[in-house]
């Protein structure tokens, strides 16, 4: 018998969208869609993270002009309740995310787990 796992990925793609964790987060996700103010500065935000991250892994130190600015938006996206509940949204689907990896990566993991013993 052939298995497809790929289909059964497919179905639980589709079920995700069905639970509590994901809905709430397409919610949040939408009203900071559907805000512009919200959306810009999660915009803002995003690019923020994005030169955070790129200047870590090129060992580059911040100018304090820029920690400046940075600091300036966080202060703002801390204060946006839209911004707020996506990313408490997006922790919880994260959280289910990495339980179904865990779930799907049990077999893999019993079996390193047997080599230390």
Same mark, same amino acid.
């Given at each position: ?9 497919? +179905?639980?793609?589709? @079920?995700?969208?069905? !639970? ?10 939408? =009203? ?5 103010? %919200?959306? =810009? ?9 994005? *030169? #955070?991250?790129?200047?870590?892994? %090129? ?5 304090? +002009?820029?920690?400046? +600015?940075?600091?300036?938006? =966080? ?7 839209? @911004?707020? *509940? ?5 922790? *919880? &689907?994260?959280? &289910?995310? !990495?339980?179904?990896?865990? @779930? #799907?990566?049990?077999?893999? *993991?019993?079996?390193? %787990?047997? &080599?230390?013993?």
């Amino acid at each position: 018998m052939t298995v497809n796992i790929y289909d059964n990925a497919n +179905e639980m793609a589709n @079920i995700l969208t069905e !639970t509590q964790q994901y809905i709430a987060w397409q919610n949040a996700f939408n =009203a900071i869609q559907n805000d512009t103010d %919200s959306k =810009a500065l999660f915009g803002e935000f995003q690019e923020i993270q994005m *030169a #955070v991250q790129q200047m870590m892994q %090129s060992q580059q130190q911040p100018k304090p +002009e820029q920690e400046k +600015e940075w600091d300036a938006v =966080a202060a703002k996206v801390q204060k946006d309740e839209k @911004i707020n *509940a996506l990313m408490e949204a997006e922790q *919880a &689907l994260n959280t &289910l995310l !990495t339980e179904l990896n865990d @779930i #799907v990566t049990k077999p893999v *993991a019993e079996a390193y %787990s047997k &080599l230390q013993k």
